[in-house]
């Protein structure tokens, strides 16, 4: 059975930082592609940051410089540091596990107060 529990999520004022933690078994770790979603109410589910089995790594347009996605494979788990947080950061945040199929993980509400 595959489960990917997050870690991490809280309330912060504008300019912290948090760090998401998402713990997997289950699945082979170091083969998927693992990422990090964000979904707000009445919204789409959209893509923070993802990482590569082989440690390449994306991010989205508006993160990119404050966010920063890394896995430890020996550890079976996917971080996610996030700094200068905004209230547009405010969200449920969702860890990823992709390969042959995509897992998702139970979400982790984030709040960034102005």
């Known amino acids: 059975q595959v489960q990917l529990v997050e870690s991490g999520g809280g309330l912060v004022q504008t300019g912290g930082s948090l760090r998401l933690s998402c713990t997997a078994s289950?699945?082979?770790?170091?083969?998927?592609?693992m990422g990090w979603y964000r979904q707000t109410p009445g919204s789409q589910r959209e893509l923070v940051a993802v990482?590569?089995?082989?440690?390449?790594?994306t991010y989205a347009a508006p993160v990119k410089g404050r966010f920063t996605i890394s896995r430890d494979n020996a550890k079976n788990t996917l971080y996610l540091q996030m700094n200068s947080l905004r209230p547009e950061d405010t969200a449920v945040y969702y860890c990823s596990a992709r390969r042959d199929a995509h897992y998702w993980g139970q979400g982790t509400q984030v709040t960034v107060s102005s």
């Open positions: 289950g699945i082979d770790f170091s083969m998927h592609v």
């Open positions: 990482t590569t089995a082989n440690g390449r790594t």
